[in-house]
């Protein structure tokens, strides 16, 4: 688990970018012509959650002991809008403009959406938790990093070296 949460953490920005390109192309397809591509549209999302996920594992791996302690372990946060985001995609596909197609994209499209900003305060505080070994969830730069990750096909770039610093250093023994 810990080399998988590394390589996603260190995931070379470029393909956060091919992603997105993909991703929003995608999408416009699928308001154009239709067809499959609507499944793809999601790259633009499930990259970057996978980014986001990595930067969450490898930086509560080098927490210091009693704040993990604190802090319990929200992976499911990941997993409801990752897991969200497929079944948002899927009736486009099977049912493309039925009734049950937009039913459960108005049913889902909040709590997904809710679930990837959480994913990405959660990455945001961890990283800066990692970082200054103390939580202080009134730091200015919360908010700062937070956005970066929302906007992941430039905050990759920007948040490369931190992220790499907090890969660098040796996992706290308890985690």
């Not at 970018?17 to 499930?46: M, Q, Y």
């Not at 319990?72 to 997993?79: A, D, I, R």
Request: with cysteine; glycine share 8%.
């Amino acid at each position: 688990m810990r080399g998988r949460s590394v390589r996603l953490a260190l995931l070379d920005p470029a393909w956060i970018v091919v992603a997105t390109l993909v991703g929003l192309t995608a999408a416009v397809l699928t308001e154009t012509s239709g067809g499959p591509w609507r499944f793809l549209s999601s790259l633009s999302v499930v990259v970057p959650l996978l980014w986001l996920h990595g930067i969450y594992q490898i930086s509560r791996e080098r927490m210091p002991a009693d704040q993990l302690a604190n802090s319990g372990e929200k992976t499911w946060v990941f997993l409801t809008a990752a897991v969200g985001l497929v079944i948002l995609t899927l009736p486009g596909i099977v049912l493309p403009g039925s009734e049950l197609g937009r039913t459960v994209g108005k049913m889902l499209g909040a709590p997904v959406a809710l679930a990837y900003f959480a994913s990405c305060w959660l990455a945001a505080a961890a990283l800066l938790t990692a970082e200054s070994k103390k939580p202080n969830w009134s730091d200015p730069r919360l908010f700062g990093v937070f956005l970066l990750m929302v906007y992941a096909f430039a905050g990759a770039w920007i948040l490369r070296s931190r992220i790499q610093a907090i890969a660098s250093r040796n996992p706290t023994p308890d985690a």
